[in-house]
């Protein structure tokens, strides 16, 4: 696995040379040549669908006093155009320099093989967000005939992080377009696919973006909506056998308490009959509660 990965890093060029990809989808490999910017169309099966203006700006400049270092990846066809299979930023950034022409490495293969390798090299080698990822995982799955076993061999992920990205899809809309804006993070919407109905889970994603709530805080409100009816909130701390310091007796007060204050309640006591009671909280805006919730009880 380490020498797939290490040959991702290296560029489509390693990918073929270390058969990472299948030899049948490439028949023909040619050497870099110069070739018009006229003559190059831009990839169908593209999976990236943002381009950050100011980065494309920088790399711009960069081309016009250095050139393009590292050649674009083509497919050569039939009627003497070329696609591009990776390099599409570079094109860009060229056009912007005001190039005329671009090197690039020639590749003959067919559409499958256009779209796995389109696919895969962007996967490994540019920063797409996490839906664009998974976008292209399942094109990978469904126009290429691959499983999940195979495609996670062929990027060089492990199979549940493949299926990780895949759930994503599974999201309502709303919440697709906050990954895809960095609004939350991958750890949050992993913790809001726990929640069955729909309604909810957007209701949760909105207290998420209002709040700035932490992945965490976000695991434990699934974690208490997902509780069956009529169930009494338990504190999640790990509960030890009956003994001296956790008596029986106090497991119904725990729950109570743990219940009105909507915190985790603990009792600690000593043999000697001295003890104390603990009250958990999170942040500023946990620990006010509590504390409002206490002065209401003075009288």
Not at 90 to 111: C, E, S, W
Request: glycine residues 4%; hydrophobic residues 40%.
């Amino acid at each position: 696995m380490n020498a797939k990965k290490n040959a991702l890093g290296r560029g489509l060029g390693a990918l073929i040379d270390d058969a990472i990809l299948p030899k049948d989808i490439v028949q023909a490999v040619e050497a870099s040549n110069e070739i018009s910017i006229d003559l190059i169309d831009v990839n169908p099966f593209q999976p990236r669908q943002d381009f950050d203006q100011e980065a494309m700006e920088e790399l711009a400049a960069s081309i016009k006093q250095l050139g393009i270092i590292q050649p674009l990846t083509l497919r050569k066809l039939d009627n003497g155009r070329f696609q591009i299979i990776a390099g599409e930023r570079r094109l860009r950034a060229a056009k912007m320099a005001g190039l005329t022409t671009v090197p690039a490495f020639l590749i003959t293969t067919n559409d499958q093989g256009m779209l796995e390798m389109a696919l895969v090299e962007n996967i490994q080698r540019t920063d797409l967000n996490p839906i664009e990822i998974a976008i292209s995982y399942q094109r990978l799955i469904e126009e290429c005939n691959l499983t999940q076993e195979s495609l996670s061999e062929r990027v060089g992920k492990k199979r549940a992080t493949v299926a990780n990205y895949l759930r994503l899809l599974k999201l309502p809309p709303e919440i697709q377009a906050a990954i895809r804006e960095e609004k939350i993070s991958m750890g949050h919407a992993k913790a809001l696919l726990a929640i069955d109905d729909e309604e909810q889970m957007i209701e949760v994603y909105r207290q998420i973006t209002e709040k700035q709530l932490s992945v965490r805080e976000v695991e434990e409100m699934v974690r208490i909506i997902n509780q069956p009816p009529g169930e009494i909130e338990q504190p999640k701390a790990k509960t030890k056998e009956k003994d001296a310091t956790d008596p029986s007796e106090y497991a119904e007060l725990k729950a109570q308490l743990s219940q009105f204050f909507n915190s985790n309640v603990d009792f600690k006591r000593k043999p000697n009959g001295e003890g104390k009671i603990i009250i958990s909280f999170k942040n500023d805006a946990e620990l006010e509660k509590i504390l409002s919730l206490l002065d209401s009880k003075k009288d």
